[in-house]
């Protein structure tokens, strides 16, 4: 039986040179541990993350409570299929339950799985033929066929066409557009209500409201995209409630189970039974070990007061990014929900990227000018000011 052992970062990289399709681009280092706020390499270096689990870590690495519970989960029950009941399913669609719209879940692995069973019930509520789905310039939905053409953006399309029929693009914030390209064969709109990959975009003043109204006008869904934004993000438990806006549809991922696979598709009750029996299924969907976890992770963020927690460090991160603004002419714009960040500069921000990694801080650079930061909602603000140190630093280098 094969063990892991400790191995040196290039034994690693050259296991997968040999054995793993390289389509990810990698730096070259190993991690093997993570605790909070931190994780150490193979050769024993400790890096603070800023962007621990490409936002699936929204509690850090390894949150204690969430590991307890798979730990003593994975001794009971790991899987059975979804044509058998179990506990932790059920209470965990409750408990995603009460903290958003009141609806019912749909269990899956994944954000792009989510938006799947998102669009096919968009399609199968619609009952009258309607397929086309509104998405937005620079959003992100996932890689599947559907999910990647919901995507509007061409770079994730290159050398797949022909894409899926039915979807239509607008400018993110753009009332008009979207008004201009519902048509009598249009079923819903789906949209992040902050887009992540597309660099922390917020929406405009009344937007979100806006596609609310044509949604109820036109009769079609709204579906929100909180695979990023979800589970206390920006401070609230879904972005949503900061806008005053309530969606039909909203699916989730990423930090919905503390850091395990795990995703869901909440909608009303009425609309939920639009997904009939055998219309649509997901196999590891709903599992003991991601409802247990999903369930711990949701407590967790109570029983912390993270919530609030995550607007104090989201108040201390615009007052930090926006005095490095004033210093440094690469900075454009800086823009903060809770604990989603987006530093917009006016050069490409890979070299950023790696001056922080060679200072042992993680960050993301997205549409190749804005670095994206997201952190653990129970970062300290030690760790904050440390993290900030050294991003003052480096974006004071790359101006010059």
Request: proline residues 5%; glycine residues 10%.
């Amino acid at each position: 039986m094969a063990t892991i052992t400790a191995t040196s970062s290039a034994e690693t990289i050259d296991l997968f040179n040999r054995y793993v399709i390289p389509n990810y681009k990698r730096y070259p280092i190993c991690l093997v541990r993570g605790e909070g706020s931190y994780v150490w390499d193979a050769e024993g270096n400790r890096y603070l993350d800023f962007f621990p689990g490409w936002g699936c870590n929204l509690l850090g690495h390894c949150p204690p409570p969430v590991v307890e519970a798979v730990q003593d989960q994975v001794a009971r029950l790991i899987h059975i299929p979804n044509t058998w009941y179990t506990e932790p399913q059920g209470l965990w669609a409750k408990a995603l339950s009460e903290r958003s719209f009141g609806g019912q879940a749909f269990f899956c692995n994944s954000g792009a799985e989510a938006n799947e069973a998102a669009i096919k019930l968009a399609r199968l509520h619609s009952q009258k033929g309607k397929y086309k789905i509104v998405t937005f310039l620079g959003g992100f939905h996932g890689r599947t066929m559907a999910t990647v053409t919901a995507t509007a953006q061409p770079k994730y399309h290159e050398g797949l066409e022909p894409l899926m029929p039915g979807f239509v693009y607008a400018p993110f914030g753009d009332l008009d557009a979207v008004r201009r390209l519902i048509d009598d064969e249009t079923c819903a709109i789906m949209v992040e209500p902050i887009q992540g990959e597309g660099g922390v975009q917020i929406p405009p003043q009344g937007f979100l409201k806006g596609l609310r109204e044509l949604c109820d006008k036109h009769g079609l869904l709204l579906i929100f995209d909180e695979v990023q934004t979800g589970c206390g993000r920006t401070g609230k438990w879904f972005a949503y409630q900061h806008f005053d806006v309530t969606p039909d549809v909203m699916t989730l991922a990423k930090a919905v189970c503390g850091g395990l696979a795990g995703a869901a598709m909440l909608t009303t009750p009425e609309i939920a039974k639009s997904l009939r029996p055998g219309m649509h299924a997901s196999t590891f969907g709903g599992n003991c070990l991601a409802a247990r976890a999903g369930v711990a992770a949701l407590e967790m963020i109570e029983s912390e007061n993270l919530l609030a927690h995550a607007q104090r460090l989201g108040a201390i991160f615009k007052k930090r990014l926006e005095e490095m603004r004033q210093k440094h002419h690469v900075i454009r714009e800086v823009r903060v929900l809770g604990v989603m960040i987006g530093v917009e500069l006016s050069i490409d921000g890979t070299a950023a990227v790696q001056a922080c990694i060679d200072r042992r801080l993680l960050i993301n650079c997205t549409h190749g000018t804005v670095l994206r930061l997201l952190p653990a909602m129970n970062l300290t603000e030690d760790q904050l000011h440390q993290g900030c140190d050294i991003l003052d630093a480096v974006l004071a280098e790359q101006g010059n």
